[in-house]
Structures are given as structure tokens and as C-alpha cells.
């Protein structure tokens, strides 16, 4: 079986004071196809337009949060045709004609397209061949063959006896992990304050196995930081099973144990999606990616990790790209990336663990314009044997930066402390560090930030197809750039209590700010953007009655207009 495309190699684990070390090899979720010539059962079809669409850019509340929607208008981003959904009469009499069992395993509105598994298409060129008649038929590409499992085996949930101290400062104890965080500054760029309050990261990957029971992440949970999971992956409906490459990832940048374990970006919010079949490795894998990305547009997300690539694949026939192909446009996954990108979200991506093998080269979506695509090395800058090469295919410098991905400390799926290699583990440094750079400079737009990023690196004036531009300096960016911020806004409200059981209040904003604003409307919407009913008791004085009992624990958002001003405000139901 092939190793899944997981930047990950192997794992080292430290016990007791004597730090005896033991190798702990790590080949994916055993669980494969054979690999033959299977006729596929699951193709992408791309439509040549949105005609008679139900959905419109001036209602743009239907498909995008309204976080998502004030970031637009903070960076002057349009909402285009390319934003609205697919048409769903196209999908409706492609299904019609293939007349067996079909089921929608994943759509893109970017590239407007719809991947369609038909188990029971015994003629498969044909069916291509009649598809390709439609005049809105633009494309038809066999993506997949898919025996799906009916059930997933639940892991076993350990909990752990670690004595976990929480923290809520940026003044950190880190533990082990300050070595993979000081090479960049970024503990500088902690204790000035920033470590990713209020940003939001989407991490695309293949499972979080046990991350929702393991007493170090439960604070995560309290406090309202994990706002919400999806599941793009057929026939399963919980991240928290199925592998455990997430959880790993997600504790380089999540953790805050003081003097224990402290990430890249304790205090940042995180949205869980996941992209990557467990099963197999597949070119459907690259719709899977395409989708969550424009998941984490429409939440309104300001960074994603990846720690996924694709290169080649289990089936023969869906290897249609080589390293010649690496060049930013040719496939689905590299398109979505770039277009991330230009939608205001900093996009972090492994380069691969390739160059030790013949491929070699940087995978996809790291080949992506206007990303960061990231390296590993150790502690000491050393690169590492397995990071991927650059360039793209078309000469552009990659990986664009390098972080620890050699000896990198991580949290495992028992709770367990130890440390692990591959990109996989380089690309969260950068991610979780990113966002608290963001935090620190909301004047920047995305695309700016991420060049700020390379410029600030060691090997800006001569970057290498080994570690592109070089280590990045988080808290030298922040100290060159930091004077000319805005003028914070004070919240013109104050919502309590939040976290809220049931009740919450709203009155006018504590400590004299706005103390005339007049509310004129209310309205809570979840984490997807969808407004939720509520009961409003509104008096003439502050302050006002907002009953949410009946709504499920979560996510959301109060979206408070009055006569100066609207304001977005978290609040946390449980």
C-alpha cells in the first residue's frame, strides 16, 4: 500500500528525565485499496455556466457567513458570479440521464462543478460520451472508484493523567515546543500580545481522533474556540474518528499548557474540516480539498493549514499530472488555493516530503500562486532530507518559506508528548504564527501579509528550491510594521452573560463607549452564516432580553445594528 499523502514521515517519542528516544514508523490509516485498473464509478463534471441561478450577489447572505461578508467589504473584495453556488437544474438532469443511483459527493463553485458517484454505471465511456452532449457540459473526468465502507471502526479514547495548567496571558512557559516557536520570533510576537485571539483557522486533514475527549484540548471546547466541524468524506459524519494525522497537526498550533506544551496560536478559534479520504488515495481527494476551501471562504476563515499534498495516486489512470504539471493552474486543487488566497485567507500549505523519492518535486497545492508553501528543517536551520524540491514547474520560488518540520513537538491522538518529522508539522508553525501576525496587523490584506512573510526571511535576496526564501521573523515584521495601525474599535455593546446557558443581555458598551447608540436591530446567525430565531425582549432602556434556551450549544453570532454603527459579536451557547 502507498504511503497517504500526509506530510508526515515518522514519529520520536521522549520518556522520563533520561530522553530515550524510539522510532515510531507512521504510514497513514491502514486501510487501502488494491491497486488495480478497477473501473472508475465517480466523475467530475464541470457546467460552462451559473445561467438561471436561484442564488444572486446581492443576496450574498444565502452562501456566505456574515463574517465572511464584512471581510469582503474590509479588503474591497468583490462577490461575483464565481461565488454563487452550483446550478442545481444542471446537477438535476445530469442525474436524470445517467438514470441509476447517483449521490453528490462534492461540488465546486469555483470551478463549477459537481463529482457524481454512480456504483451501479456498468458502461462508464459511455456515460462520458452522453454527458459531454449537454451544450452545459464542458468537462467530464473520471475521478474515483469507490467501494464505500458502511461503517467505521471508533478508536479506543484514552484519557490521560497530565497535570494540564491552562493559560490565558501571551507571557508563556512553553515547554518543549519554544524551540520550534523562537526561530522565528514568535514568542516576542506572544508577549506583545497576539496569539490569535479572535482569528479564525480552518485546518483541512484527514481525522482528529480523540482530540474532543483528550483533557488537553477540553479548554479548547469552554472557551468556545473549536467553532465547528465538517465531514467532506463519503459515508463518514464524525472528524473525531477515522485518523489521527489532525489531532497531531492541530496541537502545534492549539495547545496551551503552560509549561507543558504551548502552540503557535493558543488563543485562535479553529474550525475542523475534513478533506482527506482515509481509505485510499484518490484524484477525488482534490475535489474534497476544493470544497473545504471554499467552506473556509464562506465562514469568513483568515487562515487555513493544509498539511495534505497530492502527487500521484493508487489507480494508474488517475495519475495524469508529473512535476511538469506543478504549475499552479493545471489542477482543480492549485486553482482553489490561489482563489483562497485572493479571497482574503492567508493559505498554508506543506511542500511535501518528497525529496527522497523519485517524484521529488513540491506536490499540489503547493505549486499554488500567491501561498505559502513550507519547508522543514530542524531547530537549527538545517534542512531536512525529505522536505520536497522546488521550483514550480514554471520557475517560481518554492517552497516560499521553511519552518521545523525535523524533530518537531507535537501532542498524539493518547496525549502523549513527543516528536514527530515531515512537512506536515512545518506548515502549523507557520499557520498558527500567521494568524497572531494578523491579529497584530488587521491593516493588511491577506496577499500582503503573505509577502511580508517572505520578504521578512533569511533568504529574501537568495532563496533556493531547498528552503525558498528562508526562516521567516515573525516579531521583526510585527516591530517594522507595527506603528502604523488603526485605531482600535471599542465595542459599542457588551453582551452578557458569554458564555450563556440560555439568557443573555445586551446594553450599551461599559466604560462610556457609545453610550447613545440606539439598537434598531438584532439578528444571530450560526457559524454557517444561517439566521436563527430568537426571542428579543427590547425596553427602552439597557438593557435588552435575548433568550437563544432553544437553540443548540455552539457558535454564534449577534449581529447588532444601531444608529451609528453594526457590529459583529461571538457569542458562545452551552
Not at 474556540?225 to 477515522?242: C, E, F, K, S
Request: charge should be negative; hydrophobic fraction near 35%; aromatic fraction near 12%.
Amino acid at each position: 500500500m502507498k504511503q497517504k499523502h500526509f506530510s508526515l514521515l515518522f514519529a520520536t517519542k521522549a520518556t522520563c528525565k533520561n530522553k530515550i528516544f524510539f522510532v515510531v514508523a507512521v504510514f497513514g490509516f491502514l486501510f487501502s485499496s488494491p491497486v488495480s485498473a478497477q473501473n472508475p464509478n465517480c466523475f467530475r463534471i464541470t457546467f460552462s455556466d451559473k445561467n438561471d441561478s436561484s442564488y444572486s450577489i446581492d443576496r450574498p447572505e444565502e452562501f456566505l457567513s456574515s463574517r465572511a461578508i464584512v471581510k469582503r467589504e474590509r479588503f474591497d473584495i468583490s462577490i461575483t458570479e464565481q461565488d454563487l453556488p452550483v446550478n442545481q437544474q444542471y446537477i438535476t438532469i445530469v442525474q436524470a440521464l445517467i438514470n441509476t443511483p447517483t449521490y453528490i459527493i462534492a461540488t465546486s463553485k469555483w470551478n463549477n462543478s459537481v463529482v457524481l458517484h454512480c456504483p451501479e454505471v456498468s458502461n462508464w465511456e459511455a456515460l462520458v460520451e452522453e454527458l459531454q452532449k449537454f451544450s452545459f457540459v464542458t468537462d467530464v473526468l473520471p475521478v474515483a472508484t469507490y467501494q464505500i465502507p458502511k461503517s467505521v471502526e471508533t478508536p479506543i479514547h484514552k484519557q490521560t493523567s497530565n497535570a494540564v495548567i491552562y493559560a490565558s496571558s501571551c507571557d508563556y512557559n512553553y515547554g518543549p515546543p519554544l524551540e520550534q516557536i523562537r526561530v522565528h520570533e514568535g514568542h516576542a510576537l506572544h508577549k506583545a500580545g497576539f496569539c490569535g485571539e479572535d482569528m479564525l483557522i480552518c485546518v483541512f486533514d484527514a481525522g482528529w481522533n480523540n482530540f474532543n475527549t483528550l483533557s488537553q484540548f477540553k479548554y479548547l471546547y469552554d472557551n468556545g474556540q473549536i467553532w465547528g466541524t465538517r465531514d467532506l468524506a463519503p459515508q463518514m459524519n464524525d472528524v473525531y474518528i477515522g485518523h489521527d494525522h489532525g489531532t497531531m497537526v492541530t496541537s502545534i498550533m492549539a495547545s496551551a499548557m503552560d509549561g507543558y506544551f504551548v502552540g503557535t496560536a493558543p488563543q485562535a478559534n479553529y474550525f475542523f474540516i475534513r478533506s482527506e479520504y482515509p481509505w485510499d488515495e484518490q484524484l477525488v481527494e482534490e475535489d474534497f480539498w476544493t470544497q473545504a476551501a471554499e467552506i473556509a471562504d464562506s465562514l469568513g476563515a483568515d487562515v487555513i493549514n493544509s498539511s495534505l499534498g497530492y502527487t500521484d495516486f493508487d489507480y494508474e489512470w488517475q495519475n495524469i499530472y508529473t512535476p511538469d504539471d506543478n504549475n499552479g493552474t493545471a489542477s482543480i486543487i492549485s486553482r482553489a488555493a490561489s482563489i483562497l488566497a485572493q479571497k482574503g485567507v492567508i493559505v498554508v500549505n506543506s511542500a511535501g516530503n518528497s525529496g527522497n523519492n523519485d517524484w521529488r518535486f513540491i506536490g499540489r497545492p503547493a505549486d499554488a500562486f500567491d501561498i505559502l508553501a513550507v519547508g522543514a528543517m530542524n531547530k537549527d536551520g538545517a534542512i531536512a532530507g525529505f522536505s520536497s524540491y522546488g521550483p514550480s514547474a514554471d520557475g517560481r520560488t518554492k517552497p516560499d518559506v521553511t519552518s521545523v518540520g525535523w524533530n518537531t513537538w507535537i501532542i498524539n491522538s493518547y496525549g502523549d508528548r513527543l516528536q514527530g518529522n515531515g512537512t506536515s508539522f512545518s506548515s502549523p508553525v507557520i499557520a498558527g504564527l500567521s494568524a497572531c501576525l494578523w491579529q497584530a496587523l488587521p491593516q493588511y490584506s491577506s496577499l500582503e501579509l503573505m509577502q511580508l512573510i517572505r520578504e521578512y526571511s533569511h533568504l529574501y535576496h537568495n532563496p533556493n528550491d531547498r528552503m525558498g526564501y528562508g526562516i521567516p521573523n515573525y516579531y521583526k515584521i510585527y516591530a517594522e510594521h507595527g506603528n502604523d495601525i488603526p485605531e482600535q474599535k471599542i465595542s459599542s455593546f457588551t453582551v452578557y452573560p458569554n458564555p450563556t446557558t440560555g439568557e443573555l443581555f445586551i446594553e450599551h458598551g461599559r466604560g462610556g463607549a457609545c453610550p447613545f447608540s440606539t439598537i434598531t436591530n438584532i439578528e444571530i446567525f450560526d457559524v454557517y452564516g444561517k439566521k436563527t430565531s430568537f426571542h428579543l425582549l427590547l425596553t427602552s432602556s439597557s438593557p435588552h432580553l435575548i433568550n437563544i434556551s432553544h437553540l443548540n450549544p455552539g457558535i454564534y453570532f449577534l449581529r447588532v445594528t444601531s444608529n451609528n454603527s453594526v457590529e459583529m459579536i461571538k457569542i458562545v451557547k452551552r
